[in-house]
């Protein structure tokens, strides 16, 4: 399970493990249709980070973040963050396994807010 420790008023440090990947990702499999951007983004942005420097924060895909934490981080002013390579390797991996049908969910929200079918069929 995470680990948060408040170090002071404005830090804390945040210890993850390969568990909470795998914990990320049930969540975001679980929840798909909610977590599904968040789910585009992780895989997309991942590898421009090099995977072991990902930045939750960078793009506004934290809330599985946040919620394998158990709290809200920007409460704090900063927050060091320790977790195995494993830990990002097996998020990328779980990521990349719910892309398409995340993809999907988007493309089908993206459809039903402006009024068309994305299964749509146009005869020639």
Known sequence: MAHV???DDTALRITLRLEDATTMVQL???EQAEY???IITIYEKMSV???THF????YDSARLFERVLGMDPKAYLSFSLDAP???FYALYGGM???YESALQLV????AASAGSDVNAHVSI
Not at 55 to 58: E, I, T
């Open 5 to 7: 420790e408040i170090i």
């Open 28 to 30: 975001a499999q679980c």
């Open 36 to 38: 599904a951007q968040e």
């Open 49 to 51: 980070f090099e995977y």
């Open 55 to 58: 930045c939750f924060y960078a």
């Open 85 to 87: 390579e494993s830990f």
């Open 96 to 98: 990349a396994a719910l």
């Open 107 to 110: 493309q089908q929200a993206d």
